[in-house]
């Protein structure tokens, strides 16, 4: 049977600078949707890569006296690097200066031109290179850029413009027939107040310098970077090029993007589809900003948070589940040292890591290492395995919603209600009176079995953490062959299995909450 493809990306971000924490709480959403979506048994394409042209790259490498690609060529190393020690899962990585996406977007453009939704004009007015956005002198505020405060410059060129405009009824019906296509609701409505204040034709080439792709039919433009970078969801999902793949994977089912780029993404970007005659994607969601300790992250300030540094120290799983965790989705969000240990501290330590200790400890001293059949039953382990059942099937609801942190709230639950299992049923006093063996099974049957399912629940979020629990636990499945209905179904452990010798997976860290070591 054939698999049901989702498709997923996440911005392609400028390699002007080091990619930064903020980004990789967008690139880690995205994994971790990925992956529960392959564990629940679709066939995947996740897509992420840079967004190489344009003026302020140019700029860069002009200040450091490089070629732009050369420029470029660094800095994307860094993220691929990124990308590998955070155990991102994409299937695809696209840079804009490839030949397939070059090709693609002159293709695209000449299309679009050839029936006359792309015209010659002059273009007048201001804009902000860092958001690589044009302005009209109406729309900026005290003079500067709306959505970064930047000065804005003035610009007055022959441009190519596009009939944005020509699509604004259709775009309209468009988002109010599909209330999900844009989410969460709060951007939907600025949308819909930003299409409804009217839309002007987009200027989507430049000649004031030349670090972009030609257009096609006149070689002294430059094709506008964000009409150059949205096209790469398509050039990777083989728009033109790969029939069978295209029909495949497109529409794209999320583009995941940080709010400030809703606009591109919900605005642009089906226009530009409609122009071209292709389904518009299933769904825009537009991510917060983390913030560093209550601030916008900036390099004036020094606060920008390098993942990297973070990943040496405290492992990649564990930042992971610090940005899951800690935001919510949609909503901005604070990044501290302090959070992120009382998070490791609390969580991974005493609450994951002090159940899989304790109950590996336990079929060890009382048991030799094996998991026994289970003996008698009580409520509490009816209640106990009711709720793996209800914690599995919530799972599933928050995760099909895009809802991970409520996703990882059912699965603390469960690890809660499962370390107090433990001090309810206390199999120390069990194990002492040979009358009660059987009931020692079946609680510490119960106890291997949730951590068999919390292992499968968390592997999205922490890939790394539940291959080491199903060792642990002695299984001799591959982890990477699981699928999610195994985390649907009580007693799957198969009855004799040897656990390991219980290690710790996430030491304590003993930082005083007020030191402050070196992240930046
Ligand atoms: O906008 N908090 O690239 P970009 C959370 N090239 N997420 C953050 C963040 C923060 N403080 N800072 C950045 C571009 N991000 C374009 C995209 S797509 C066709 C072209 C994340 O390098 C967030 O997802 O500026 C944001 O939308 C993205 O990085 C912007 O990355």
């Known amino acids: 049977m054939s698999k049901n493809p989702f498709y997923i990306t996440t911005p392609i971000y400028y390699p002007s600078d080091r990619l930064h924490i903020g980004h990789a709480y967008c690139t880690t959403i995205a994994d971790s949707i990925a992956r529960y979506k392959r564990l629940a048994g679709f066939d995947v394409f996740f897509l992420t890569g840079s967004d190489e042209h344009g003026q302020k790259i140019q700029r860069k490498a002009e200040e450091t006296n490089t070629t732009p690609l050369a420029y470029v060529d660094k800095i994307v190393a860094s993220f691929q690097q990124l990308w590998e020690k955070l155990d991102i899962s994409n299937d695809d990585f696209i840079r804009t200066t490839e030949k397939r996406h070059h090709e693609l977007v002159q293709a695209v453009f000449q299309k679009i031109y050839d029936q006359g939704d792309i015209y010659k004009a002059e273009y007048e007015g201001w804009y902000c290179t860092p958001c690589e956005t044009f302005w009209m002198e109406r729309q900026l505020t005290d003079g500067k850029c709306p959505d970064c405060g930047r000065p804005v410059e003035i610009v007055k060129e022959e441009s190519y413009f596009f009939r944005m405009a020509k699509y604004q009824d259709r775009l309209l019906k468009y988002i109010e027939e599909n209330p999900d296509f844009i989410q969460p609701t709060s951007r939907r409505n600025e949308m819909l107040n930003f299409i409804k204040g009217g839309l002007e034709d987009l200027c989507v080439s430049r000649t004031t310098f030349d670090w972009g792709i030609p257009v096609p039919f006149d070689t002294k433009h430059v094709v506008y970077v964000w009409f150059d970078a949205l096209t790469n969801y398509i050039t990777a999902a083989g728009y033109l090029n790969d029939k069978e793949k295209f029909a495949k994977y497109w529409p794209a089912d999320i583009h995941l993007v940080g709010k400030e780029i809703v606009r591109f993404h919900s605005i642009i970007w089906p226009v530009i589809l409609m122009a071209l005659g292709i389904e518009l994607p299933k769904k825009v969601y537009g991510h917060g900003w983390l913030v560093v300790e209550g601030d916008k992250m900036s390099k004036s300030k020094g606060n920008v948070i390098d993942p990297l540094a973070l990943i040496d120290e405290f492992g990649a799983d564990a930042i992971r589940y610090f940005l899951l965790r800690e935001i919510t989705l949609g909503l901005d969000g604070n990044f501290s040292r ?127 953490t539940s291959p080491k629990i199903w060792r642990q636990l002695g299984l001799k499945t591959d982890f990477a062959g699981v699928q999610f209905n195994e985390a649907q179904a009580w007693g799957r452990l198969p009855v004799g299995t040897v656990v390991a010798k219980a290690e710790p997976i996430f030491p304590r860290i003993e930082e005083q909450p007020d030191s402050q070591a070196e992240t930046q």
Not at 374 to 390: C, F, R, V, W, Y
Not at 392 to 411: P, S, T
């Open 338 to 464: 302090d959070a992120l240990i009382n998070r490791i501290n609390a969580d991974l330590a005493n609450d994951l890591g002090n159940l899989l200790h304790r109950s590996l400890s336990m079929i060890g001293r009382f048991n030799g290492g094996v998991i026994e059949a289970p003996g008698e039953s009580e409520a509490i382990d009816q209640e106990l395995i009711e709720l793996a059942g209800t914690t599995a099937v919530r799972y599933e609801q928050y995760m099909e919603q895009q809802d991970i942190n409520a996703a990882l709230k059912e699965v603390w639950a469960l690890i809660g209600r499962t370390n107090k299992y433990i001090d309810e049923t206390g199999p120390w006093a069990l194990a002492k009176d040979p009358a009660k063996k059987g009931r020692l099974n079946t609680v510490l049957y119960n106890l291997a079995e949730v951590l068999r399912i919390v292992a499968i629940l968390i592997s999205p979020f922490m890939p790394q």
